[in-house]
């Protein structure tokens, strides 16, 4: 005669007992369901909206989670340079006329006052996705792109987003600051990220574009006809979805 095993009476008891619709069922499976959803809701804040840098939890940092929202308007700061005002849209969002907004600086750049123009004209009332890096009490430090609108979609197969850095450094509008002291060697996504930033500075150096045509002298015109054939034959191979949009040329 068989003997049941001691570990499948016990299996068995657990399941009979939990086939059986008590309340004390009910209210543990209801009460991990509400602890699971609570630690979800903490973890994704889908109705939180971001106000001030301090509101940023420092997951979402670490994690380098990407957020939305609207560039209301561009204002100069004397210790920050210019910040954008984004109006955050969480994943659920409740607050539809809140015009409340984030004080955003473009993570990587201090940008000169061509630059702020620029920021002015290309980045107001347009949608645009952000990853915060840092949280200073004035702002918050962030990658930005400004993302396409509905006709540059029509217009184009695969429009791609527009680096906000990368498009003033391209236009000498900004200069680079460097890896900051708070990325960790073992980032190295974000140490990329900032050698890309530099090698953008350095290309528009070498074109005198913007600032740097008063702070270098223009090359010898044997160089200069090299590079701006070498230039145009570069732009001329790119795929178009690689190409800056012509607003921001």
């Not at 909206?49 to 380098?64: A, D, E, L």
């Not at 949608?127 to 792109?145: G, K, M, N, Y």
């Amino acid at each position: 005669m068989a003997v049941k095993s001691p570990e499948k009476s016990l299996y068995s008891q657990f399941c009979d007992y939990m086939e059986r619709e008590t309340r004390g069922v009910e209210i543990g499976v209801y009460t991990i369901s509400g602890i699971l959803f609570a630690v979800a809701c903490h973890r994704i804040r889908p109705i939180t909206k971001f106000r001030h840098p301090s509101q940023i939890p420092s997951h979402f940092i670490r994690n380098k989670l990407k957020q939305f929202g609207r560039v209301e308007s561009v204002e100069p700061s004397q210790t920050a340079g210019p910040l954008l005002r984004i109006n955050h849209k969480p994943l659920i969002n409740i607050f539809l006329g809140s015009k409340e907004t984030l004080p955003v600086k473009i993570a990587g750049v201090t940008v000169n006052p061509n630059g702020l123009s620029w920021l002015q004209g290309v980045t107001v009332d347009r949608r645009v996705e952000f990853i915060p890096l840092f949280t200073h009490s004035e702002a918050a430090e962030c990658v930005v792109f400004v993302m396409p609108t509905e006709q540059e979609k029509r217009l184009k197969k695969n429009p791609r987003s527009l680096d906000v850095a990368e498009a003033l450094l391209s236009l000498g509008f900004a200069q680079t600051t460097g890896v900051p002291a708070e990325v960790p060697l073992s980032d190295k996504k974000m140490r990329d990220y900032y050698k890309l930033l530099t090698y953008v500075e350095k290309k528009a150096k070498n074109r005198r574009e913007g600032l740097w045509s008063a702070k270098v002298p223009p090359p010898i015109w044997p160089l200069r006809l090299l590079q701006d054939s070498f230039d145009r034959l570069i732009t001329s191979l790119l795929p178009e979805s690689r190409r800056l949009p012509q607003l921001v040329r």
